[in-house]
């Protein structure tokens, strides 16, 4: 007798093959289950529909699907499979923070930046996950201030000015890494480019935190490799490929011809690719913080421009629900392939 392969194995058997696509290449298991639910709807699901058969969606390559409530429930399944699949370890996933650096009174002090937000619903029952791609209302940056000074001993023009500071590298940092999980493109030498800029930004800020001659030296070759992998995905995204050159300004020339918007006499100070090779092995005039770290803002606003220029779904202002929701009137059916697997709506009436 034909073996009929029932729904949840169906659903399994895809998130098997899309975890090992993931875990290959470097995803930490507490992100995957978002990565693997839009990939199950851009690539593996069919439809989904309510009781009544009427269709609600059907894949048009738009990231539509992130806000409606259907989509939440399919998290909902892809998150209790890994739960189920990774035990102790999902529970217990890698700290969610972006690193970035700040110059308060001369001095370099790391930051890690939270790359998403959990706020409760119904005790013991739900929880909202958000990814925000900016610093949200009831946030305050200097909290996130590694082994910070001590704030409370500033004026007031002081403070404010560390604000701001915090403030402009959290919300580039956050818009950076929020905004490349959603680009558009699965080819591995672009998803290598995309990985790429917030690990080179995590190393010059820790570079810079050092705060000598040679940690300085070298962060230039990681903002330099940062701005060269964004560009690069950028233009890959776009054209197809990418012109073999570590000049930025030539890179940022073509960027501009395919929506980047940048302002290129930011780059009048940045060091030619000759004297970066340099640096990357302590060579050279740039050993100051104050000038690295000047670099390193450039760095972060140029890396954001040729993020925002890329095709992506926007994920900042979407929310999903997690744990398990409400029953509510009402179902629907996400069909894998030919075999459907009903979930509950949210919506009364539905």
């Given at each position: 007798?034909?073996?009929t392969?029932?729904p949840?194995?169906?659903?399994?058997?895809?998130?098997?093959?899309?975890?090992?696509?993931?875990?290959?290449?470097?995803?930490?298991?507490?992100?995957?289950?978002?990565?693997?639910?839009t990939?199950?709807?851009?690539?593996?699901?069919?439809?989904?529909?309510?009781?009544?058969?009427?269709t609600?969606?059907e894949?048009?390559?738009?990231?539509d699907?992130?806000?409606?409530?259907?989509?939440?429930?399919?998290y909902?399944?892809v998150?209790?499979?890994?739960r189920?699949?990774?035990?102790?370890?999902?529970?217990?996933?890698?700290?969610?923070?972006?690193?970035?650096?700040?110059?308060?009174?001369?001095?370099?002090?790391?930051?890690?930046i939270?790359?998403?937000?959990?706020?409760p619903?119904q005790?013991?029952?739900?929880?909202?996950?958000?990814?925000?791609?900016e610093?949200?209302?009831d946030?305050?940056?200097?909290s996130?201030?590694?082994?910070?000074p001590n704030?409370?001993?500033?004026?007031?023009?002081?403070s404010?000015?560390?604000?701001?500071?915090t403030?402009?590298?959290?919300?580039?940092?956050?818009?950076?890494?929020?905004?490349?999980m959603?680009?558009?493109?699965?080819?591995?030498?672009?998803l290598?480019?995309?990985?790429?800029v917030i690990t080179?930004?995590?190393?010059a800020?820790?570079?810079i935190?050092?705060?000598?001659?040679?940690?300085?030296?070298?962060?230039?070759?990681?903002?330099?490799?940062?701005?060269?992998?964004?560009?690069?995905?950028?233009?890959?995204?776009k054209n197809?490929?990418?012109?073999?050159?570590?000049?930025?300004?030539?890179?940022?020339?073509?960027?501009q011809?395919?929506?980047?918007?940048?302002?290129?006499?930011?780059?009048?100070?940045?060091?030619?690719?000759?004297?970066?090779?340099?640096l990357?092995?302590?060579?050279?005039?740039?050993?100051?913080?104050?000038?690295?770290?000047?670099?390193?803002r450039?760095?972060?606003s140029?890396?954001?421009?040729?993020?925002?220029?890329?095709?992506?779904?926007?994920?900042?202002?979407?929310?999903?629900?997690?744990?398990?929701?409400?029953w509510?009137?009402?179902?629907?059916?996400?069909?894998?392939?030919?075999t459907?697997?009903?979930?509950?709506?949210?919506?009364?009436?539905?």
């Open positions: 007798m034909k073996h392969e029932a949840g194995e169906q659903l399994g058997r895809h998130l098997e093959f899309l975890d090992e696509i993931l875990a290959k290449s470097g995803v930490p298991v507490g992100q995957r289950p978002f990565h693997a639910a990939d199950l709807i851009r690539y593996k699901l069919v439809k989904v529909s309510t009781d009544s058969g009427k609600r969606y894949p048009d390559g738009s990231s699907f992130l806000e409606a409530y259907w989509f939440k429930a399919i909902k399944m998150d209790d499979w890994y189920e699949r990774f035990g102790v370890r999902f529970d217990c996933p890698p700290e969610a923070t972006v690193k970035g650096v700040v110059l308060i009174r001369s001095t370099p002090f790391v930051m890690k939270p790359v998403n937000r959990t706020r619903d005790p013991g029952k739900t929880v909202w996950i958000s990814f925000p791609e610093i949200e209302s946030e305050n940056s200097t996130w201030l590694v082994r910070g704030l409370s001993q500033m004026d007031q023009a002081q404010a000015s560390v604000i701001a500071a403030d402009d590298v959290a919300d580039s940092l956050r818009f950076i890494r929020t905004n490349l959603g680009v558009e493109g699965a080819d591995p030498e672009g290598s480019f995309r990985r790429g080179h930004l995590e190393r800020a820790e570079l935190e050092h705060q000598d001659v040679e940690a300085a030296s070298k962060a230039w070759w990681e903002l330099q490799m940062a701005l060269e992998s964004s560009l690069k995905a950028l233009l890959l995204q197809g490929r990418y012109p073999y050159t570590h000049d930025l300004v030539e890179l940022l020339t073509l960027g011809t395919v929506g980047l918007v940048f302002d290129a006499g930011k780059l009048a100070g940045w060091p030619k690719p000759s004297e970066v090779s340099g990357r092995y302590g060579h050279g005039g740039r050993q100051y913080t104050q000038t690295v770290f000047d670099g390193y450039v760095a972060l140029l890396a954001r421009a040729a993020v925002e220029a890329m095709a992506r779904m926007r994920l900042g202002k979407a929310r999903f629900q997690i744990q398990q929701p409400p509510i009137v009402g179902g629907m059916q996400v069909e894998f392939g030919d459907p697997i009903a979930v509950a709506s949210d919506q009364p009436g539905e």
